[in-house]
């Protein structure tokens, strides 16, 4: 994964609010996330990279922007292991290898 990659929510992936908290659930666990983490959840869309969900964060929270960029690369790597995230080449190859 780098900079340009861009992340997407898996498709079981399921999201509730609960006491002003934000819970995200895959089919086999769920995870509570802290402001920041939310903040960036919101900006997967399948479109954005994580470079730009960084930089949005930076704006956002007022931070340097490579700090960013490293902060949101980590939690989409942690979402990607915990199956709350998938990455638009992956999911490609997959496809592929499917088709053959």
Do not use: K, W
Request: proline share 1%; net charge negative; aromatic share 8%.
């Amino acid at each position: 994964m780098t900079g340009d990659s861009v992340p997407r929510r898996c498709a079981e992936v399921r999201t509730r609010r609960y006491r002003g908290r934000l819970f995200i659930a895959n089919t086999a666990q769920a995870f509570e996330l802290n402001e920041q983490a939310e903040f960036a959840f919101r900006l997967v869309d399948g479109t954005a990279t994580v470079r730009e969900i960084g930089a949005q964060l930076a704006e956002r929270y007022r931070y340097a922007v490579a700090d960013a960029v490293s902060d949101t690369a980590e939690l989409m790597t942690l979402f990607a292991e915990r199956q709350v995230v998938e990455f638009a080449a992956d999911h490609a190859v997959a496809e592929s290898s499917v088709q053959s």
